[in-house]
Structures are given as structure tokens and as C-alpha cells.
């Protein structure tokens, strides 16, 4: 290949630390799953995954490395300074009257030994995400119908819960599931037919709400790329997870890195 060829590769795939492209495209989680998945979060190394009752920790090509079961319902994760940090609700997710019991559980990213557990009942309609920036932790959760607007609970380094801002957003079923800080916005998943993505400002503030599905699970790369989860559940308890990287798109809030992009 000539030097043309090779810049023009490195504009295609991009760069961050440690990762190359071939590591994150098409990345699959090997086996099957009782319940579907949740979220996922990375490291340098690896991709950690929630499938609701199972956190399974794979090599960036998919390959499991431990897994452990948890318990139901476990949500959408994140990682911060090698362990990981898992959104739990023990009660009623999305219930008006706040029957929810919301938890942070929290895990040696090495090993997925839990380490730690956190109450936030302040997430009152169920915790369903988590996200840190910037030493902090923001949870997402559910939202009953009729509701116009989300809600992201902040907690610092200790779990003190500092503030509930507000989103803008309209109602989306079931409220936020997932949520990563990335590329210097909020991006936050949502189901809903069609699946809705929000992003929003470092303050909540609304920049848009667009028709892309990351309601299983998004985490940023660093370089201008993201991986967006996907996955499904056929009969037979058998659900699956995979990876697709994406990129910003002010259209679509974001799109599918393809070989023609």
C-alpha cells in the first residue's frame, strides 16, 4: 500500500490507545445468553457485558475470559480505574409510586469479584444505567408513562448523591437504559418504537433526539468512534450481544461505520 493508501486508512479506522480497528469491528460476545443484554463498558483489554442476571467479561474480539452470575436485574455498566460499576434495581422498575430498589454494584474489573454494593434509592423510578465523568457517576433509570422529561441522578466518588438534573427530552418507554460521556456530550439510550438516542450538553442540556438504537449498550473509543450493542433473544433462553462501531452524524445523532463511509 502507498502512503496515500496509508493515510487514507488511518482517516477510515481512526486510532485511540492500545486499540486497532480490526479489534472492534464486528466484535460478537461468544456464547448465549439467559437474558438479554443490558450494556456493555471497555477497558483498554477488554469489553465487560451485562446480560441482566450474567456479567461476562470477554477479550476485545469477543473471546469470554470469566463470567459470574448476578443478580436480577442488573443494567447498564461503566468502568472506571479497573473495576466495574453496574446500575442494579432489586424492585419494581418504572413504577409511578417508586417501588424501585436501586443499587450500585460494584466489581475488580480483573476478576468480576463484587467488591462493593451502594445504595441510591434516589433513583426513583429504578436504576437502569450508570456513566462517570470527571470522578463522578450519573444514573439513569426509568420513567412511567406520561412524563415528559428524563432524569439523571449524580453521585460522587462515594456515592453521596449530589443532583438530579433534568432532560428535556419528551417521554421515552421505560425512561433512559444507557448512558456513556463521550466525544464532550451525553449520549443516552432509549426504547421505544423506534429506539430513541438522546444527546445532550455536560449540563443535560438537549442537543437532539434522533431514531438510532443504543438502548443495549454504547461506550466511546476516544477517537471519534463509538461501539453501539446490539443483540437478541430467540426461544429457549437464548440471547446474544454484539458490537458495531459508529460515528457522530448531525442527521442521525449517529451512524454505522461501513467500508464506504
Not at 69 to 82: N, P, W
Not at 191 to 202: H, Q
Amino acid at each position: 500500500m502507498n502512503l496515500v493508501g496509508r493515510i487514507a486508512m488511518v482517516l477510515l479506522v481512526g486510532y485511540g490507545p492500545g486499540l486497532a480497528a480490526e479489534d472492534w469491528v464486528g466484535v460478537t460476545c461468544q456464547g448465549t445468553y439467559e437474558k438479554h443484554l443490558q450494556g456493555i463498558c471497555r477497558d483498554d483489554s477488554s469489553i465487560y457485558w451485562s446480560f441482566t442476571t450474567q456479567l461476562v467479561k470477554t477479550d476485545r474480539r469477543g473471546q469470554v475470559l470469566t463470567m459470574v452470575s448476578v443478580a436480577d436485574h442488573h443494567g447498564d455498566l461503566c468502568y472506571l480505574d479497573g473495576k466495574v460499576y453496574v446500575a442494579v434495581n432489586l424492585g419494581k422498575f418504572n413504577d409511578a409510586n417508586g417501588m424501585a430498589n436501586s443499587w450500585v454494584y460494584v466489581y475488580e474489573a480483573d476478576s468480576l469479584r463484587e467488591i462493593a454494593r451502594h445504595e441510591i434509592q434516589q433513583v426513583y423510578h429504578g436504576a437502569g444505567g450508570i456513566a462517570s465523568r470527571d470522578g463522578h457517576f450519573f444514573v439513569v433509570g426509568g420513567l412511567p408513562a406520561g412524563i415528559e422529561e428524563n432524569y439523571v441522578y449524580e453521585f460522587d466518588a462515594k456515592f453521596q448523591f449530589l443532583k438530579r438534573h433534568i432532560v428535556p427530552s419528551g417521554q421515552t418507554l421505560l425512561g433512559i437504559q444507557t448512558a456513556t460521556w463521550a466525544e464532550n456530550r451525553w449520549w443516552l439510550g432509549c426504547y421505544g418504537n423506534p429506539k430513541i438516542l438522546l444527546v445532550a450538553d455536560a449540563e443535560f442540556n438537549l442537543l437532539g433526539r434522533y431514531e438510532f438504537d443504543c438502548s443495549l449498550g454504547l461506550v466511546g473509543l476516544g477517537d471519534g468512534r463509538l461501539l453501539a450493542a446490539s443483540g437478541q433473544c430467540r426461544p429457549a433462553r437464548n440471547c446474544t450481544g454484539s458490537l458495531t462501531l459508529a460515528v457522530p452524524d448531525e442527521q442521525s445523532g449517529l451512524k454505522y461505520v461501513t467500508d464506504s463511509n
